[in-house]
């Protein structure tokens, strides 16, 4: 079962086994852990926790101990995550649910802010690139997140204290751009990059979760 589960590669599908082996099976919870540990260890890209990816975590901290950083005080949490919104625990392995982005901003003092990102329509819409080559423009995508970025703040300047807090997030390029950069520096906040491969650093990722646990037990829509 172990085996046959890993080669299905999705990582959402660990929740399903999770919920499957304690209600089905007389496994204790430390043995389905366990499974659990080795599977995801499985699923996990080659290089994530290579001894240079362990390092460059490594050194992420140590740069950022030096700092006034303080997850507990001065940091909000940036990310995202694709929910199944009306997936069944009962077919997860022969239905493919519709996909749903939530966009988040989490701190230590609760949720900041989230966002839908609406699944977008196959476009027809080409442009050429400078090498001819046609592709499909990501725009909406990346308008969506800047908007997002915007948005936060907005929330945040509600509340003086926040005033030159961190936004940690990943370093995806519409993050790491300098117009990005400038204009989170020009509304009085900081960015703090996390390293490649480190979703352990990123307390929102525990948020995702949860989340996701709860509405893996909850249908909510009824079509």
Not at 135 to 147: A, N, P
Request: proline share 4%; charged share 30%; aromatic share 8%.
């Amino acid at each position: 079962m172990e085996h046959q589960f890993a080669k299905r590669n999705t990582k959402s599908a660990i929740l399903e086994y999770i919920d499957e082996n304690l209600r089905r099976s007389r496994r204790s919870y430390e043995e389905v852990k366990a499974i659990i540990y080795r599977i995801e260890t499985r699923l996990q890209p080659i290089d994530r926790n290579s001894e240079q990816k362990i390092q460059e975590r490594l050194d992420w901290i140590r740069k950022w101990e030096k700092t006034d950083m303080d997850f507990t005080r001065n940091c909000v949490f940036l990310g995202e995550s694709a929910f199944h919104i009306n997936s069944k625990r009962s077919m997860a392995w022969k239905t493919r649910a519709t996909t749903t982005t939530i966009l988040g901003a989490i701190s230590a003092e609760g949720l900041i802010k989230c966002s839908l990102r609406l699944p977008q329509p196959p476009s027809n819409k080409k442009r050429k690139r400078g090498d001819g080559v046609a592709h499909t423009s990501k725009g909406t995508v990346t308008g969506h997140d800047v908007s997002f970025l915007k948005a936060t703040m907005d929330e945040m300047g509600r509340f003086p204290h926040m005033k030159c807090h961190f936004l940690v997030m990943d370093n995806a390029p519409i993050h790491t751009s300098d117009n990005t950069v400038k204009y989170v520096e020009s509304r009085g906040y900081r960015c703090a990059y996390l390293p490649s491969y480190s979703p352990e650093l990123n307390p929102i990722e525990q948020f995702w979760s949860v989340i996701k646990s709860k509405v893996k037990r909850n249908r909510f829509l009824k079509k």
